[in-house]
């Protein structure tokens, strides 16, 4: 399999906190690779720093081959890293079409002018668009709720939507963090059948979640991080087996720290 | 069922506001009275390009009278010092004018809300200082006379509704547009709008180059109309009227703006037999209209037209 994100000794620090500490990682192409790890461990920081919106203080990071250290979010983007945010972030004042719409900027190429003059290439790519909207809305199931505002929408299908919005981007890549969090356990259970759904059409994925059964149930390779450094990787059962894993999650009994 | 006046304006409140303002040269108002209305209308665009800056873009503007100021003055000089005819004049300031907005654009990159609003405060005095100062060119506190006009009264009042009417439908159909919806997404959420793709800094530059082109073309109309220039009609309570009249428009709704600015640059008119009393009585007005904006707006009178 072929690497499609790898991230090599990369360090970033706020002030005197180290957030992210010489961290080595890979995502082959195809694998849905979860991160998991304590409160404040740093891995929304891991997003962050891939999606561009932290610059790194050291080490790179390479996205199918290419260097993309330091460049632009909006570019990042362009490439073909879409991400999810751990608190919604959707439009609020829009509707749940346009939010999806947002979604395909990436992909518009029409000018300013096309725009003001209506041409007939702009009411071809408005048509085109449209279709391709109502279809990932069909495929996420929020069809029926197009022309409703993100507002008044509850929280389990925003959480959805903002997965619709990033796959109008047709992204290689997709980084999810935490879109598990807060759902109860239907609404989890249709979200991981939707994000293995979207796995086999070929997107490699980076997943951030607590719901441990979440993890297990759709990541290969899991990576575990504790204050900023990586102390286990593997697959979902030799990680959570390993003791310094349970060490960092549940802490050392009284007897053992003092051996 | 029988067919209801309202139902043929479905969804068409701009046709009747547009409609109204065609035929009134042919009901011949008394000239101040059309003065007021041609003065609305030019306000109207600058109102138009606050919409676009502020209601889809989120970036509030203090200095827009600055922005006209710079679109009437380069009309003026570049008729009289330049000698250009005044059809090349009035292609020429609006572009200059927006080149002007670049600049302006350029500290949105890094300031937000109030910071943003103190900047484009300053610019909008700097133009206005300049002016004053630059007696040779502007004719500074003496103003500035004597330049060509491009149309009679008549033909100029249908020009401006052109132009208004074809600004309407620009901003209209750039708030449908990808564009527009990368503005909108700026003004809501910068960090979700850069990583979705939208390179904020050059979508927020092309708002302000859009913002200033209307404005200048708005400066260049009130040059026209006013045939004289002087720097106290650029002042900063000009950039306040504005943006008034905007807000009293719903922010995102190009026909709102167009009712709102020709609404509240007649309303002092129609006060004035309150004589004394005028300028207490329009402040009320406006504050009594914000205070119920909730039920009685722009939003809440199309859907009236849509419903029946």
Same mark, same amino acid.
């Given at each position: 399999?072929?690497?499609?994100?790898?991230?090599?000794?990369?360090?970033?620090?706020?002030? @005197?906190?180290?957030?992210?500490?010489?961290?080595?990682?890979?995502?082959?192409?195809? =694998?849905?690779?979860?991160?998991?790890?304590?409160?404040?461990?740093?891995?929304?920081?891991?997003?962050?720093?891939?999606?561009?919106?932290? =610059?790194?203080?050291?080490?790179?990071?390479?996205?199918? @081959?290419?260097?993309?250290?330091?460049?632009?979010?909006?570019?990042?983007?362009?490439?073909?890293?879409?991400?999810?945010? =751990?608190?919604?972030?959707?439009?609020?004042? =829009?509707?749940?079409?346009?939010?999806?719409?947002?979604?395909?900027?990436?992909?518009?190429?029409?000018?300013?002018?096309?725009?003001?003059?209506?041409?007939?290439?702009?009411?071809?790519?408005?048509?085109?668009?449209?279709?391709?909207?109502?279809?990932?809305?069909?495929?996420?199931?929020?069809?029926?709720?197009?022309?409703?505002?993100?507002?008044?929408?509850?929280?389990?299908?925003?959480?959805?939507?903002?997965?619709?919005?990033?796959?109008?981007?047709?992204?290689?890549?997709?980084?999810?963090?935490?879109?598990?969090?807060?759902?109860?356990?239907?609404?989890?259970?249709?979200?991981?059948?939707?994000?293995?759904?979207?796995?086999?059409?070929?997107?490699?994925?980076?997943?951030?979640?607590?719901?441990?059964?979440?993890?297990?149930?759709?990541?290969?390779?899991?990576?575990?991080?504790?204050?900023?450094?990586?102390?286990?990787?593997?697959?979902?059962?030799?990680?959570?087996?390993?003791?310094?894993?349970?060490?960092?999650?549940?802490?050392?009994?009284?007897?053992?720290?003092?051996? | 069922? !029988?067919?209801?006046?309202?139902?043929?304006?479905?969804?068409?409140? #701009?046709?009747?506001?547009?409609?109204?303002?065609?035929?009134?040269? +042919?009901?011949?108002?008394? $000239?101040?009275? *059309?003065?007021?209305? &041609?003065?609305?209308?030019?306000?109207?665009?600058?109102?138009? $390009?606050?919409?676009?800056?502020?209601?889809?873009?989120?970036?509030?503007?203090?200095?827009?009278?600055?922005?006209?100021?710079?679109?009437?003055?380069?009309?003026?000089?570049?008729?009289?010092?330049?000698?250009?005819?005044?059809?090349?004049?009035?292609?020429?300031?609006?572009?200059?004018?927006?080149?002007?907005?670049?600049?302006?654009? *350029?500290?949105?990159?890094? /300031?937000?809300?109030?910071?943003?609003?103190?900047?484009?405060?300053?610019?909008?005095?700097?133009?206005? #200082?300049?002016?004053?100062?630059?007696?040779? #060119?502007?004719?500074?506190?003496?103003?500035?006379?004597?330049?060509?006009?491009? *149309?009679?009264?008549?033909?100029?009042?249908?020009?401006?509704?052109?132009?208004?009417?074809?600004?309407?439908?620009?901003?209209?159909?750039?708030?449908?547009?990808?564009?527009?919806?990368?503005?909108?997404?700026?003004? &809501?959420?910068?960090?979700?709008?850069?990583?979705?793709?939208?390179?904020?800094? !050059? *979508?927020?530059?092309?708002?302000?180059?859009?913002?200033?082109?209307?404005?200048?073309?708005?400066?260049? /109309?009130?040059?026209?109309?006013?045939?004289?220039?002087?720097?106290?009609?650029?002042?900063?309570?000009?950039?306040?009227?504005?943006?008034?009249?905007?807000? +009293?428009?719903?922010?995102?709704?190009?026909?709102?703006?167009?009712?709102?600015?020709?609404?509240?640059?007649?309303?002092? &008119?129609?006060?004035?037999?309150?004589?004394?009393?005028?300028?207490?009585?329009?402040?009320?007005?406006?504050? #009594?209209?914000?205070?119920?904006?909730?039920? +009685?707006?722009?939003?809440?009178?199309?859907?009236?037209?849509?419903?029946?």
């Amino acid at each position: 399999m072929d690497t499609i994100l790898k991230i090599n000794q990369v360090t970033k620090k706020f002030g @005197g906190i180290v957030a992210i500490d010489d961290l080595d990682m890979e995502i082959k192409k195809g =694998q849905i690779c979860g991160l998991i790890g304590p409160n404040g461990a740093g891995k929304t920081t891991i997003m962050n720093v891939i999606t561009g919106v932290y =610059q790194v203080d050291h080490g790179n990071i390479e996205f199918v @081959g290419e260097d993309i250290t330091g460049l632009p979010s909006h570019v990042i983007c362009e490439k073909g890293i879409g991400r999810t945010f =751990q608190n919604i972030r959707l439009l609020n004042s =829009q509707t749940v079409f346009d939010n999806v719409r947002l979604g395909a900027h990436i992909n518009m190429d029409i000018s300013l002018l096309d725009v003001l003059l209506n041409t007939g290439k702009n009411k071809r790519v408005a048509a085109d668009l449209r279709t391709e909207i109502e279809e990932v809305l069909d495929f996420i199931g929020l069809l029926s709720i197009k022309d409703e505002l993100v507002r008044n929408i509850p929280y389990g299908q925003k959480k959805v939507l903002e997965l619709g919005r990033v796959m109008m981007a047709k992204p290689k890549l997709l980084l999810l963090d935490e879109p598990a969090a807060g759902l109860n356990n239907e609404e989890s259970k249709r979200l991981a059948e939707l994000i293995r759904k979207i796995n086999e059409e070929g997107i490699s994925m980076l997943l951030i979640e607590h719901e441990m059964d979440f993890v297990e149930g759709l990541a290969g390779k899991t990576y575990v991080v504790n204050y900023g450094k990586k102390i286990a990787e593997g697959t979902f059962a030799e990680v959570t087996s390993d003791p310094v894993v349970i060490s960092a999650y549940l802490g050392t009994r009284r007897e053992e720290k003092h051996a | 069922m !029988k067919t209801k006046i309202t139902d043929l304006l479905k969804g068409k409140f #701009i046709y009747l506001i547009f409609g109204v303002l065609a035929v009134l040269p +042919i009901i011949g108002l008394p $000239s101040y009275q *059309f003065y007021m209305i &041609e003065r609305g209308m030019q306000n109207a665009l600058v109102v138009l $390009s606050l919409v676009i800056l502020l209601g889809y873009t989120g970036q509030l503007s203090l200095g827009h009278a600055g922005l006209v100021a710079v679109g009437a003055y380069s009309y003026g000089i570049m008729c009289t010092i330049l000698g250009l005819p005044p059809v090349v004049a009035l292609i020429i300031s609006p572009v200059l004018t927006a080149i002007v907005g670049v600049i302006l654009g *350029f500290p949105s990159f890094k /300031l937000k809300g109030p910071f943003l609003v103190v900047i484009t405060i300053a610019f909008g005095e700097i133009v206005r #200082i300049l002016v004053l100062n630059a007696v040779d #060119i502007t004719g500074g506190p003496y103003g500035m006379k004597g330049y060509p006009v491009l *149309f009679s009264d008549t033909a100029m009042h249908y020009f401006m509704l052109i132009l208004v009417f074809l600004a309407t439908f620009g901003a209209n159909r750039l708030s449908n547009s990808y564009i527009g919806l990368a503005f909108k997404a700026i003004r &809501e959420d910068e960090v979700a709008a850069e990583l979705m793709g939208v390179n904020v800094r !050059k *979508f927020k530059l092309l708002s302000f180059v859009i913002s200033a082109f209307l404005a200048g073309l708005s400066g260049v /109309l009130f040059a026209n109309l006013t045939g004289y220039l002087n720097p106290d009609s650029f002042a900063s309570d000009t950039s306040a009227a504005y943006l008034l009249m905007v807000v +009293i428009g719903g922010m995102t709704s190009p026909v709102g703006a167009v009712l709102s600015a020709l609404l509240v640059t007649a309303l002092p &008119e129609l006060l004035r037999f309150l004589q004394d009393w005028r300028m207490i009585i329009y402040g009320l007005i406006l504050f #009594i209209y914000v205070r119920f904006y909730q039920v +009685i707006n722009i939003e809440s009178l199309k859907k009236l037209f849509k419903r029946r």
